[in-house]
């Protein structure tokens, strides 16, 4: 009985999925995979679309958690190609929800692959995936799947946001944001309100860097507290380590706005915090991120207070930081971190005449430069191009006189 034996692998697929899931490696996702594709030999098209499609979108959602934990492009390239291949029977007019649902999961896709790569391409087809899932999953006919699309929706759009210059992505963001926590209450889905709360404060976060005043960086800070009401360490370590992480990012961009040191000592403690659950054995990428914001705000503290220590700790953090944060990896990180390093190798060597660490500074822009050349915005590329000329311009007169 080919059927019979093709949903079977199906179930088994899904169950392995399950698993892998909970499981650290990639074994279990890998026979998920295989079963899913198995089940399509028998599972033809022709034969049963709908059963095939519904496989389709099921091998897609083994690879994109197998992609999430792989680097490269390949397995989230070929989940996207499941997912489009399931929405060629899951038409809306046919079974609408289906529809929507695998609008929602290519939109998942197309933002993992789109976070990987340069450009606002594929970031752009994963909102308009979304919003699309959103024509059927109504806050109505749906009020938990429309806030969660909702959610999935303003991350997209904050993603976005970090490729494009102005405010309006975030502001449509903050949006989403705020418009899931209309359905998803703390009362009701106390993590769900918990993982948006964070969400809505990373975008005004982001929003408040863009603009002047405190008020949305305070607002995010607000965002974050609240979220850590229900994102213990006990319950969710690794949910409060992100939340301590943003939590520290935002916390350094309102101390530098202010004056004194308090805002800033916080967000060391926090990033320090994070730490403790975000080891690099765990979960190396948010290690590394983790890294970077402690950097952050040990460069900024260091600035205030005028101490070296401070600083070396700061380079030491983004070194830190790029030795999972590598260009092959994640090459906008990559990029990013190295300018980061640049600016505290730059006053380090400012403030200890060191000719040595504004060669390093130097060195450090470079190579930033010859990543996000064409990908940042060019105000962007030209903060970094003048901050390393600047410091050239002081090696020559140094060596001159």
């Known amino acids: 009985m080919p059927l019979d034996w093709a949903m079977t692998q199906n179930n088994l697929g899904a169950a392995l999925q399950a698993l892998g899931e909970r499981e650290s490696g990639t074994a279990r996702l890998e026979r998920a995979v295989a079963a899913y594709r198995a089940a399509l030999e028998e599972r033809p098209r022709e034969r049963v679309p709908l059963d095939w499609a519904m496989t389709q979108n099921n091998l897609g959602n083994a690879l994109q958690r197998l992609g999430a934990l792989e680097s490269g492009t390949a397995l989230l390239e070929q989940a996207v190609a499941a997912y489009r291949a399931a929405l060629e029977e899951r038409t809306r007019e046919r079974v609408p929800l289906d529809w929507a649902m ?11 692959l789109g976070e990987r790569e340069s450009g606002t391409a594929l970031l ?19 009020p938990l799947g429309w806030a969660m699309r909702q959610n999935n929706l ?17 502001e449509q963001a903050v949006a989403a944001f705020r418009a899931a926590l209309e359905e998803y209450t703390r009362e009701r889905v106390p993590l769900d309100w ?17 603009e002047s005043g405190t008020a949305r960086l305070e607002q995010a800070v607000a965002a974050y507290r609240e ?24 916390l350094q961009a309102l101390g530098e706005r202010g004056s004194g040191t308090a805002l800033l000592n916080l967000a060391v403690v926090a990033c320090r915090a994070a730490l403790e659950e975000r080891t690099r054995e765990r979960v190396p990428l948010d290690w590394a991120s983790t890294q970077n914001n402690l950097g952050n705000a040990l460069r900024a503290l260091g600035e205030r207070e005028g101490r070296a220590a401070l600083l070396e700790q700061a380079a ?3 070194r830190a930081a790029l030795e999972e944060f590598t260009r092959e990896r994640v090459p906008l990180n990559w990029a990013t971190t190295q ?31 010859t990543v996000v050349e064409g990908v940042w915005l060019p105000e962007w590329v030209r903060w970094v191009r003048d901050n390393r000329d600047a410091a050239l311009a002081e090696i020559a007169r140094r060596a001159a006189g």
Request: net charge negative; hydrophobic share 40%.
């Open 124 to 142: 752009e087809q994963a909102v308009a995936a979304y919003r699309a899932a959103l024509e059927e999953y109504t806050r109505e006919r749906v």
């Open 154 to 170: 303003g991350t997209a759009l904050q993603a976005l946001s970090e490729r494009e210059g102005g405010t309006a992505r975030l």
């Open 227 to 250: 979220a850590l009401e229900e994102f213990t360490r006990e319950r969710v370590p690794l949910d409060w380590a992100t939340t301590q992480s943003n939590l520290g990012a935002t």
């Open 102 to 112: 695998t609008q929602n999961n290519l939109g998942n896709a197309l933002q993992a």
């Open 194 to 210: 918990a993982m948006t709360q964070n969400n809505l404060g990373l975008a005004l976060w982001r929003l408040g860097e863009r």
């Open 316 to 318: 030491a953090a983004y």
């Open 339 to 369: 300018n980061n390093l640049g600016n505290a190798l730059q006053t380090l060597g400012e403030r200890e005449g060191s000719t040595a660490l504004l060669e390093q500074a130097v060195g450090a822009w470079t190579e930033c430069l």
